[in-house]
């Protein structure tokens, strides 16, 4: 995978871009729809959506427990 997305910064080999795919696919982040010129197109779903929010909210809370303690 290039890094275009990211000027480079971040390049993820096959292996671990499809078992991030399958194991999102497996939580129901994304669902399938259709092969296209031997390449699978994914569409997030609302779970999917919500995740990245709801992982943000988590993250923000330890940061203040962290700042809490000090």
């Known amino acids: 995978m290039g890094g275009e997305l990211?000027?480079?910064e971040i390049r993820i080999s096959p292996g671990t871009m499809y078992g991030s795919l399958s194991k999102m696919e497996k939580?129901?982040?994304i669902r399938?729809?259709?092969e296209e010129e031997k390449?699978?197109?994914y569409?997030?779903?609302d779970l999917?959506?919500?995740v990245p929010a709801l992982e943000m909210?988590?993250?923000e809370r330890l940061f203040r427990n962290m700042t809490e303690v000090r």
Do not use: A
Request: aromatic fraction near 4%; hydrophobic fraction near 30%.
């Open 48 to 50: 999917g959506r919500d």
């Open 43 to 45: 569409c997030i779903t």
């Open 57 to 59: 909210k988590r993250i």
């Open 32 to 34: 399938f729809l259709r």
């Open 6 to 8: 990211t000027n480079g």
């Open 27 to 29: 939580d129901g982040l």
């Open 39 to 41: 390449r699978k197109i």
